[in-house]
Structure formats: structure tokens, C-alpha cells
């Protein structure tokens, strides 16, 4: 990944925008969101992450398999990804953008790899070597079967990183400025209802009424 590993020197992206007030309703699910389950499903889970985010690695490991088998599975629930790149942006922006290479069946995956094997990133202290963040990268490419020539096509088009960037402005756009961060149907979750609450049990008593009232 010679170009990649070029590109990756001078990758300079700063994605900062103020914060500001949520809307009362947001678009659950818009064109270019990468998504998992039923577009049929009743209720839609949209959630904001970015694949430096520490926090996002571990709800996304550690809670959304027992919330995927529970809702998506049995087509109750639709989940919509979008991005919202956090320090390291340059990383963050470069997980992104092979996530979003990848095949859309194949972005869970691919996200999936990244937060899996985060931990490297932050392995020694200080940021990370360059070739740490290659592998980092390429292993996550290769899990959503990119070859090599693929993801350098990625990384060498300007559209990709632009893309990126839009979908992050557009994240600021609806209210949203941390990570991770969670919409029901288009309505901001607290922070606090997932924080006292972890994994399937948090979102219970938010999904549940939607399922009673259709």
C-alpha cells in the first residue's frame, strides 16, 4: 500500500464546526448512510460514530451484538451509520473512508475490523507510526475483500475525503457533536439513558412503545 501509506503523510483534515441545538427531528435514514437490517423495519436506530472513538469501539463490540440479534435480526429495528470523525481526525477521516470503500454489505464488517483492533492504534504513546496505522487500515480492507489496488484507488480519490467531510458537516448540521451518539425515528437519545443502562436493556424502553403503537 505504497500510495496509501504516501497519502497518509500528508493527510491533513480538520473537520470543526460549532455545536448546534439538535433539530426536534432528524432524518432517520438518508441517501449515502450505510445501513444494517430491513428497510421495512418500524423503527430506525441512527447512530453517530467514528472509528478513532473509544467509546464507539466498545458500545460497537461490546453491546451491538446482543442489540443486533435482538432487533435487526427479527426485523424490528434498521440501523443507519454516519460518520462523525474525533481526534485523530486524520485517522479517524482514513477509517472512514475504507469503511465507506468497502462493499455497503460489507461496511459492518469492515468497521467492525477497525474498532476491533483500535487498541493498536494506541499501543505506545504518542501518536501512531505511520505503519501502524497502514496495517490498521489494510487489515480492515481486507476483511470486507478489498485488494490492495482497491483501497489504494480509494485513498488516491480526492471524492472519497470529500465525502467524509460532508457527511461530518452534516453531522454537526443535525445537533451532533460528540461520538457515540444515538437518534430512535429521528429523535436524540440522552446520553445518560445509554450510559446507566448498557446493551439491549438500554434502548428497551425506547424501541418497545414504537413496536406497541404501530
Not at 66 to 91: E, H, N, S
Not at 148 to 156: G, K, L, V
Not at 183 to 189: A, F, K, Q
Request: charge should be negative; hydrophobic fraction near 45%.
Amino acid at each position: 500500500m505504497a500510495r496509501l501509506s504516501r497519502f497518509l503523510l500528508t493527510l491533513l483534515v480538520v473537520i470543526a464546526a460549532p455545536a448546534t441545538a439538535l433539530a426536534q427531528t432528524v432524518e432517520p435514514v438518508r441517501p449515502g448512510d450505510r445501513t444494517v437490517g430491513s428497510p421495512a423495519a418500524p423503527v430506525t436506530l441512527t447512530v453517530y460514530l467514528s472509528t478513532t472513538c473509544g467509546h464507539c469501539a466498545d458500545w460497537h463490540t461490546n453491546d451491538f451484538p446482543a442489540f443486533k440479534a435482538r432487533w435487526v435480526d427479527t426485523g424490528k429495528v434498521r440501523v443507519a451509520f454516519r460518520d462523525l470523525p474525533t481526534p485523530p481526525q486524520q485517522i479517524a477521516v482514513a477509517g472512514a473512508v475504507m469503511a465507506r470503500c468497502a462493499p455497503e454489505e460489507k461496511y459492518d464488517v469492515v468497521l467492525d475490523t477497525l474498532f476491533r483492533s483500535q487498541a493498536q492504534l494506541h499501543a505506545v504513546p504518542g501518536p501512531p507510526a505511520q505503519e501502524t496505522v497502514v496495517r490498521w487500515l489494510a487489515a480492515a480492507g481486507a476483511a470486507g475483500g478489498l485488494t490492495r489496488d482497491q483501497m489504494n484507488a480509494c485513498f488516491s480519490s480526492e471524492a472519497s475525503f470529500m465525502e467524509i467531510d460532508a457527511r461530518a458537516r452534516q453531522s454537526n448540521a443535525d445537533g451532533v457533536n460528540s461520538t457515540p451518539s444515538f437518534l430512535v425515528n429521528g429523535e436524540r437519545v440522552p446520553d445518560e439513558a445509554i450510559m446507566t443502562s448498557r446493551g439491549v436493556d438500554a434502548f428497551e424502553p425506547l424501541i418497545q412503545p414504537l413496536l406497541d403503537g404501530r
